[in-house]
Structures are given as structure tokens and as C-alpha cells.
């Protein structure tokens, strides 16, 4: 799955969550779950939740930490995908 596709299917995910919506729109790599899109740790765990579900992948604690924006999230994701292989 290339980081385009990725990027759209988590933009489904962030999309219920986000509360800046104007953040939201300009959504890149490099935006941040909480600062940017006021994502609260609360609903950063919805997330995360439901990209294990989306994906079919288990997100480790350490993992779930380093979380913290889009580029991020995409990485863990790929990196859990590969592990399926």
C-alpha cells in the first residue's frame, strides 16, 4: 500500500476526531494529532483503535507513544503491515 492510499484511509480515521477543522483541511505529514488537529489523549486512543481495526495491525505502547503526527502514524502503520508479510 503506497503512503498516498495510506494517507487518505487516515484521513477517515483522524477525520471524526480532528477538532480544528480548518487544521483538518490542510491536513500534511507533519501535522500534528494534538496541537494541530486538538485531538485529546481520549480520542488519540479512538484513533489509534481504529487504525488497528482499518489496517488489521496490533500498535505496541512504545509505539502508540511515538505517535504523535500524521508522518508518524503512517510509519507505524507500514512497519506493522510489513511484519504481516
Do not use: C, W
Amino acid at each position: 500500500m503506497d503512503r498516498e492510499t495510506l494517507l487518505e484511509q487516515l484521513k477517515h480515521i483522524i477525520k471524526p476526531y480532528a477538532q480544528d477543522q480548518e487544521a483538518f483541511n490542510s491536513l500534511t505529514e507533519e501535522t500534528d494529532f494534538i496541537n494541530d488537529l486538538k485531538i485529546n489523549s481520549a480520542n488519540l486512543v479512538d484513533v489509534i483503535l481504529d487504525i488497528e481495526e482499518k489496517f488489521d495491525v496490533m500498535i505496541d505502547n512504545e509505539s502508540m507513544k511515538d505517535m504523535v503526527t500524521v508522518k508518524q502514524a503512517i510509519g507505524i502503520i507500514e512497519t506493522e503491515l510489513l511484519k504481516d508479510k
